[in-house]
């Protein structure tokens, strides 16, 4: 008999099953559980940061995440990837990441659930949920067959929308609509941004930088011009307060007193390019695509002080209005979901139908880039896993 049923086989979905105890059956559409898993962090997996915090994640309530951040915390997850004897390292801004491969985060997890007495079924999806006076009736598809379970407990970790390539559906959202659960809009998130072709000839150029917008603190991270736009750490995380027509800024010299450096040069090396001037402190091809724009002609003993005092306040505020992101193909997450007024944030259950449980990205819980939302997938995986096990009969 089935008891409980996670629909989902990703991070929150396996982190889920491994709690839940016997009887329970983990099913997925893929051919594989922890897809995202397995090619997160270039194949490595940047399974949690260091510094997950409430004040981490985006959500239209941003007190709802703090129960279940605080009942599993990163530290948690990090003794288990330990028990396992997992190797793993930290890199910058607390970003832990697997040394051989995400592969060992997925085996563990599929080890956990095992020793739970969870069961998994691949390509297998819930085609109908109906609630009945016990729990539920779904149907569910194998490879064509169809077959009728009666569960008690239903619980969606099917994420978000991002990275539709890899089978991401809004099945979830649908899901909670069905049984009058809110969605609140949502967007993609830790996304590039487009811009106006005039940047292609920047594509693959890179440099540290603060990013922000109107409604963020500054990132400080490495930005990454493409042939679309902008990308790297600092555009990413940035993306997730960006809304359409709306500007973002760069300091393109984080830390740099550029118009002391620059009054400097005038006095010892006056001959010098302004354009050679600045190349010391950003790519060469960033320099002559800025050059138009700023005016950056004539030597350094050329320009009044007050011009290098402009000059550098410029770069460290030029402002770019995007176009567009680049939609759910390459976000990393989706941003917002089942909306949280619905859901206990101490077990992660709906509080108007029985049963149903909602985890993950599913939710409108979206963790900053950095290993970020793993951990949120762990912690409300844990927090549902365990109530489920604790309301057994």
Not at 314 to 325: E, S
Request: net charge neutral.
């Amino acid at each position: 008999m089935t008891r409980t049923l996670i629909i989902g086989a990703g991070a929150a979905g396996l982190m889920c099953a491994a709690q839940t105890g016997p009887d329970t059956l983990l099913i997925d559409h893929a051919k594989a559980p922890g897809e995202k898993i397995r090619i997160s962090g270039g194949g490595r997996c940047n399974f949690t940061n260091m510094h997950a915090a409430p004040e981490n994640f985006l959500s239209q309530n941003p007190h709802f995440a703090k129960s279940a951040l605080s009942r599993y915390t990163q530290w948690d997850f990090l003794d288990l990837v330990q028990a396992h004897k997992i190797p793993w390292h930290e890199k910058t801004l607390g970003q832990l990441f697997c040394d051989r491969t995400a592969r060992d985060i997925i085996a563990m997890l599929l080890a956990e659930m095992e020793k739970a007495g969870a069961t998994l079924a691949l390509h297998t999806s819930a085609i109908d949920i109906a609630k009945s006076e016990t729990g539920f009736r779904v149907t569910l598809e194998t490879q064509g067959k169809r077959r009728t379970i009666t569960p008690q407990t239903v619980v969606l970790a099917t994420g978000g929308k991002s990275i539709p390539k890899m089978g991401a559906t809004d099945f979830a959202y649908r899901i909670a609509r069905q049984f009058d659960h809110a969605v609140t809009g949502t967007r993609p998130a830790l996304v590039p941004l487009t811009v106006e072709e005039r940047f292609k000839p920047l594509a693959g150029t890179s440099a540290p930088a603060r990013v922000w917008t109107d409604s963020c603190a500054p990132f400080e991270e490495a930005v990454l011009f493409t042939h679309r736009g902008l990308s790297g750490p600092a555009i990413l995380q940035a993306s997730s307060y960006w809304t359409d027509g709306a500007p973002l800024w760069i300091d393109l010299l984080p830390g740099t007193d550029l118009a002391a450096d620059l009054k400097a040069q005038k006095r010892t090396h006056g001959r010098k390019a302004l354009t050679t001037a600045l190349g010391q402190h950003l790519p060469q091809r960033l320099v002559d695509h800025l050059s138009a724009d700023l005016d950056l002609s004539g030597n350094v003993a050329d320009q009044p002080d007050t011009r290098l005092d402009d000059l550098a306040r410029a770069l460290a505020a030029w402002q770019i209005t995007p176009t567009a992101t680049e939609g759910y193909r390459t976000a990393e997450v989706t941003l917002g979901g089942i909306d949280t007024d619905g859901i206990s944030s101490k077990t992660m259950a709906s509080k108007t139908v029985p049963g149903l449980y909602m985890i993950g990205e599913a939710v409108d819980v979206t963790g900053w880039l950095g290993g970020y939302n793993f951990q949120w997938a762990w912690s409300s995986g844990w927090a549902a896993g365990q109530a489920i096990a604790q309301n057994r009969p």
